[in-house]
């Protein structure tokens, strides 16, 4: 199992904000979504960088209320790691807990394919355990 059989579970869709936008609007964003980063994309739907909630926690914290106004861009992280689809989940786990962060953005031949939480790649890996132990116990019971 690799990263391809997550975006293929959960769809290709990157939730993604302008360089431009607003914290307010990425707060909106990551609301209605349920999810915890969106990616900054220019208008050729290249990665400018990522936000996550960390990151507004930390503008927060900084400027109070008077962050929302600010753009995205002022507090994004710019230099993102990415994977490929055809990364293995543990890569990605390894990529996650190198650089301390839960989202990685997929990227193939240069264009952006979707993006994977630490969410979708432990719910994979419980369903990859579930599998193996159900397999071996199938064995045990017929020999
Ligand atoms: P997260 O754990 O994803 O909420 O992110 C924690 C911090 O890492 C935040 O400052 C994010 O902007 C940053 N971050 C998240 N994902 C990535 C990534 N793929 N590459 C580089 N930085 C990231």
Same mark, same amino acid.
């Given at each position: =199992?690799?990263?391809?059989?997550?975006?293929?579970?959960?769809?290709?869709? #990157?939730?993604?904000?302008?360089? +431009?936008?607003?914290?307010?609007?990425?707060?909106? /964003?990551?609301?209605?979504?349920?999810? $915890?980063?969106?990616?900054?994309?220019?208008?050729?739907?290249?990665?400018?960088? @990522?936000?996550?909630?960390?990151?507004?926690?930390?503008?927060?914290?900084?400027? +109070?209320?008077?962050?929302?106004? =600010?753009?995205?861009?002022?507090?994004?992280?710019?230099? #993102?790691?990415?994977?490929?689809?055809?990364?293995?989940?543990?890569?990605?786990?390894?990529? =996650?807990?190198? +650089?301390?962060?839960?989202?990685?953005?997929?990227?193939?031949? $240069? !264009?952006?394919? $979707?993006?994977?939480?630490? +969410?979708?790649? #432990?719910?994979? !890996?419980?369903?990859?355990?579930? /599998?193996? #132990?159900?397999? @071996?116990?199938?064995?045990?019971?017929?020999?």
């Amino acid at each position: =199992m690799n990263v391809a059989t997550i975006l293929k579970l959960k769809g290709a869709e #990157v939730a993604s904000v302008e360089p +431009g936008a607003t914290l307010e609007t990425a707060v909106r /964003l990551l609301s209605e979504k349920r999810i $915890g980063a969106v990616m900054v994309l220019d208008e050729d739907r290249k990665i400018q960088g @990522i936000v996550s909630e960390r990151d507004i926690v930390r503008a927060l914290a900084t400027h +109070g209320p008077a962050c929302l106004p =600010m753009t995205v861009m002022s507090v994004m992280t710019s230099t #993102v790691k990415t994977c490929r689809s055809s990364d293995t989940i543990d890569q990605v786990m390894a990529q =996650m807990t190198a +650089g301390r962060f839960r989202h990685v953005p997929v990227v193939d031949d $240069g !264009r952006l394919t $979707g993006i994977v939480s630490i +969410g979708d790649v #432990v719910k994979l !890996r419980i369903a990859e355990t579930e /599998l193996e #132990v159900s397999a @071996i116990r199938d064995y045990i019971a017929a020999h």
